[in-house]
């Protein structure tokens, strides 16, 4: 194929570049400025402010618009925080993203890939994914197109055969020439589409959310209007008052600040995680991560350092192999010309792995033959071959190169592998190699003996899993007995459970191995997928780690994905989770951020349904007995800002390790409702025994407005438990500062002096506030335990 190699002049690139022909990506993984400040103004509940702001300033009531404060000061902090994690999350997006090797003015320079542009020549190698849709100009790869067709079959590539963007090179060199760029290209954005959250997809936490606020803003506005009415013609009240009384009752029943302080909280998680190296694509795994019960890793890069050493190689003609580890001649005769043997097998090698890499580094002898025929090694077939002076040689694993001559040597073998070596053949072989499985003879020359270092920390890792009933899998595709003895060496329970996968031939024999055993050897990548999927099956929570091409259709697949950045640009970008130093002793504090948000986040928001549930079940009642709203809007604000919202972002904040039980949704409502109802009998029974008494209607606000903050703080000190010394202070400074309002800017709450009756039905139904609380929540208890027995 005749084919310009030297690429384009800087001229030619800036022409394309003009004419729109480069490789920007349509989309981008994070929201851009103009995006979060439009997601953070453009709601609906906004729109609900804005309508309720008109309404109160046409009829006059400027003091009851208080709340506007809090709404701006909501969507400010919203903004602020975004564009802090947006700063974060970029500058770490852009030191994990790799540089693509492309040909310019006759030179060899690194650019981002969205620096290509159409027509531009590209060195790929093994472990990169593609970043445009592509032509072979010369060499030959392997790649993986498990992203774009969904089969993890491997697939040689050679000079003029098309290359598709989205797939991802396993081994092998080669030059190519970008065809289709950009929005043109066959799978543009497919590294944006795998790290942004669906809505079926979202955490149990957010969907929980998202159901509650949908719910209650198809509520209010119903309840509004029909409270306007009622008022206005039924009950005889003035514009402004029908007005008011609908707007407090709206105010209290929209939970305004609840989704921003998930929202906040979740944001802070990811740039304190992001401080810590930790790069996360989909905030939805900081949750999801709190709640795994499985997680599944590989051996190297995770329970041992990636970087692989050769211990060393044993000639396969030397009896009692075993027996003579330590006494084998070093400086044998044959063992040299072996060893020169296999300097020009490796060295001939693309260096596209870390065996191959090992390999490399211990047999430096000069190439004394050159190659006439390579494969590069693959995951499938377990192998890699070379062609030197007419002969074929293989290196790869004994059962698949020996084939049924592997039971003569496997006792020798696995004495080896029991000591935590990787054991690989040098064979000769005696048929054609042409990358697929071998079929013929292979001859056994030489045993090469690998290992890896267990990771520093990563004992304590796999203990604190444990004893938190977070159960480990150790998929690799090693040979099970070697994965089996590190993993004991690293502290995982029940690592004797080991299997080797070659010989789970069916989809059904995998999934009943994910239920007996613990590590899994010789896994192929469909297996691994298959693996998650068992899991899952069975009502499991699974995370998975994973660094390599192989890993990535079960990446997918996890609930939770991490990846090690010194893995493939491919994992990586497909995993939800990158731990950018490689270090997984790292996954306890990410653990420990899942739960903090988890907590917090059920434990406020309980704080902000109790006014829903109050709110809503008053309104209810005064269109039902022909009652004015007895609240005020800014009356509602008050309550809210020292009861909910100040109270709420501190404890969202703060540390919390408690491990998560049962449904979020479930958990809010339990802790609210004992409040919610509280509120609503005191205040209603109040209103009642006033309107009997002839109270002013002022009396009664303020009187109900003393009432609801007595609770608040209540369910405030309830929710705070355990009382430490930070949280007591909190709720004393909230105490002090509503107390402050009330008596410093009375008129702007439209606080008023209590009139001596009045006074004593507010101190009868504040005395019995603290026992109706008490024993509603020793009947929810109840109710909850019941439910436990029943399994309702």
């Known amino acids: 194929m005749c084919q310009n190699m030297s690429g384009l002049s800087t001229a030619e690139v800036e022409f394309r570049k003009k004419a729109g022909l480069s490789n920007e990506s349509v ?169 942004q959250t669906k809505e079926g997809e979202q955490s149990e936490m957010i969907r929980a959310l998202n159901r509650l606020v949908q719910t209650v803003g198809v509520i209010i506005l119903p309840i509004g209007a029909i409270l306007f009415l009622q008022q206005y013609f039924f009950s005889g009240a003035t514009m402004k008052d029908s007005v008011t009384g609908m707007v407090a009752a709206i105010l209290g029943m929209i939970p305004e600040g609840l989704y921003l302080l998930a929202s906040v909280a979740m944001v802070v998680s990811v740039m304190r995680l992001g401080k810590q190296k930790v790069l996360i694509h989909d905030m939805k795994c900081i949750e999801t991560l709190a709640r795994v019960n499985v997680l599944c890793v590989d051996k190297t890069g995770t329970i041992t350092v990636p970087e692989m050493e050769v211990a060393q190689f044993i000639l396969a003609k030397d009896q009692n192999l075993a027996a003579k580890e330590q006494e084998a001649d070093q400086q044998s005769e044959d063992k040299n010309k072996i060893a020169k043997l296999l300097s020009d ?270 709110s809503m079940l008053l309104a209810v009642f005064s269109m039902l007995f022909l009652i004015d709203y007895p609240l005020e809007p800014s009356q ?12 709420s972002f501190f404890l969202a904040l703060e540390q919390n390790r408690n491990q998560i039980h049962g449904h979020f949704l479930t958990n809010v409502l339990i802790q609210a409702l004992p409040a919610g109802i509280t509120d609503f009998i005191v205040v209603s029974g109040l209103v009642i025994f006033c309107r009997e008494f002839g109270v002013e209607k002022e009396c009664v606000s303020t009187s109900c407005t003393i009432l609801i903050a007595v609770v608040g703080f209540m369910i405030l000190y309830h929710i705070a438990k355990p009382m430490t010394t930070p949280h007591a202070i909190l709720i004393a400074a909230m105490v002090i500062g509503w107390l402050f309002c009330m008596l410093f800017f009375s008129e702007l709450f439209a606080i008023t002096a209590v009139t001596g009756k009045c006074a004593m039905l507010m101190i009868v139904f504040a005395v019995i506030t603290e026992p109706v609380f008490r024993y509603l929540i020793q009947l929810v208890e109840t109710v909850q335990k019941w439910g436990r027995k029943l399994k309702f």
Do not use: W
């Not at 007419?390 to 290196?395: D, E, I, Q, R, T």
């Open 27 to 195: 989309d981008s993984s994070t929201k851009t400025v103009a995006q979060i400040i439009r997601s953070n103004v453009v709601t609906y509940y906004n729109l609900i402010f804005l309508i309720i702001t008109i309404l109160l300033i046409v009829v006059g009531s400027f003091r009851d618009l208080t709340f506007l404060p809090i709404i701006i000061a909501n969507m400010l902090i919203g903004i602020i925080q975004e564009l802090r994690s947006k700063k974060i999350l970029d500058d770490l997006t852009i030191l994990n993203t790799p540089k693509i090797t492309v040909r310019r003015d006759g030179s060899e320079q690194e650019v981002l890939a969205d620096e290509l542009v159409q027509d531009d020549v590209i060195t790929l190698s093994a472990g990169g994914q593609i970043p445009a849709d592509a032509l072979v100009l010369s060499g030959n790869i392997t790649v993986n197109e498990a992203l774009i067709t969904g089969e993890a079959d491997e697939i040689i590539k050679k000079e003029g055969d098309p290359l598709f963007s989205g797939s991802f090179v396993i081994s092998g060199e080669c030059l190519a020439k970008l065809e289709k760029v950009g929005k043109d290209s066959y799978i543009s954005g497919l590294m944006l589409q795998a790290t």
């Open 345 to 614: 097998c490796v060295r001939a090698l693309p260096c596209d792995n870390a065996t191959m890499e090992a390999l490399q580094q211990y047999f430096t002898e000069p190439m004394e033959n050159s190659a006439e025929k390579i494969v590069p090694f693959s995951s499938a077939t377990k192998y890699s071959g070379v062609v030197l002076a007419g002969k074929a040689y293989v290196v790869g694993a004994p059962e698949f190169v020996l084939r049924q001559d592997y039971a003569a040597v496997q006792g020798t073998i696995e004495v080896f592998l029991e000591k935590g070596y990787r054991v690989l053949v040098f064979a000769e072989y005696e048929g054609n190699l042409d990358g697929k499985e071998l079929t013929e003879n292979a001859t056994p020359i030489a045993f090469i003996l690998l290992n890896n270092a267990i990771r520093e920390g990563a004992m304590d890792t796999f203990r604190y899993f444990s004893k938190r009933g977070v159960e480990v899998k150790v998929i690799s595709g090693d040979n099970p007995v070697t994965v089996s003895e590190i993993a004991k060496k690293a502290g995982i329970r029940h690592a004797e459970k080991q299997v080797d996968a070659a010989t789970l031939k069916t989809a059904e024999a995998v999934r009943k191995a994910a239920k007996k055993y613990t590590v899994f050897g010789r896994v192929t990548p469909e297996q691994k997928r298959l693996l998650v999927q068992a899991l899952k099956e069975q009502g499991k929570t699974v995370a998975m780690t994973g660094d390599g091409v192989n890993d990535i259709l079960a990446l997918k697949d996890a609930d939770c994905s991490i990846a090690m950045a010194s893995g493939s640009e491919a994992a990586s970008h497909v995993a939800q989770l990158v731990l950018l130093d490689n270090d997984f002793n790292k996954m306890p504090a990410v653990v420990m951020e899942g739960r903090r948000v988890v907590n917090n986040i059920g434990r406020t928001a309980s704080l902000y349904l109790v006014k829903n549930i109050f």
């Open 636 to 647: 509602v604000s008050l309550i809210s800002v020292f009861t909910i919202g100040i109270p």
